[in-house]
């Protein structure tokens, strides 16, 4: 099994400012097979990144993901207040399907 | 579009069982592939299983194994997860969603959730 370990568990920042989350995987992921998700209180899981670097439909191009192998991030260029929520990848290219623990992007 | 709607809230005893439904519309869920994750409170999110389409068949996590069954109805377009032997530890919001068929096999689309909530 993969383990996703993300970094940090929370992000303190101010809207406009750079957020930078990683996600570092035990071992490597196929195909890049990496995904981002954010989500909000009392909501689903909303698609964010696919593939790593892929931005989902309707997603702003503020949002950007990259990386290979074991290390992958996702960033926010410039947060906007409807930004701050946790954000979740998942790898899918291995079974079985494992998601990390976590990051919470919080206003400062 | 996809649009996923699940069942209610349910309360069950431990030992129990929870049957938990998810209606697909947009779709028809033999276009499919449905999968079943779970969120107990404040805590992060848990694949439970789901249908592969390259193997043909519904794969489990192991934690569920023997505990869990996925079935659907194409006949109403409606995906089943029952989990049996319910304890305290499966208090959770049970989510249904369907991997992409066109891209990579990522999960796009998500039910709202159904809270399963096993207690005496």
């Known amino acids: 099994e993969i383990v996703l370990t993300q970094s940090p568990g929370t992000l303190s920042l101010s809207p406009g400012e750079r957020a930078t989350l990683s996600c570092r995987a035990s071992?490597?992921?196929?195909?890049?097979?990496l995904a981002w998700y954010q989500q909000k209180p009392g909501q689903a899981p909303r698609l964010v990144i696919y593939?790593?670097?892929n931005r989902a439909t309707g997603i702003p191009d503020r949002f950007s993901g990259s990386g290979s192998g074991t290390d992958f991030t996702l960033t926010i260029s410039r947060l906007e207040p409807d930004d701050f929520a946790v954000y979740y990848c998942h790898q899918y290219g291995s079974s079985p399907r494992t998601f990390g623990q976590g990051t919470k992007v919080e206003v400062k | 579009q996809v649009h996923l709607l699940q069942s209610g809230a349910e309360v069950k005893k431990p030992g129990a069982s929870v049957k938990v439904s998810c209606k697909v519309s947009?779709?028809?869920?033999?276009?499919?592939?449905i999968h079943w994750v779970r969120q107990a409170p404040g805590k992060g999110l848990e694949w439970m299983g789901g249908f592969d389409p390259e193997e043909g068949e519904t794969i489990y996590a192991q934690k569920f194994r023997g505990r869990l069954t996925l079935t659907e109805d194409t006949s109403t377009d409606t995906a089943y997860m029952e989990l049996r032997w319910l304890r305290s530890e499966d208090t959770a919001l049970y989510y249904c969603t369907t991997v992409n068929q066109w891209l990579a096999p990522f999960f796009d689309y998500w039910g709202q959730g159904t809270l399963v909530t096993a207690s005496s």
């Open positions: 947009g779709y028809t869920l033999s276009e499919l592939a």
């Open positions: 593939t790593a670097i």
């Open positions: 071992q490597s992921v196929s195909s890049s097979y």
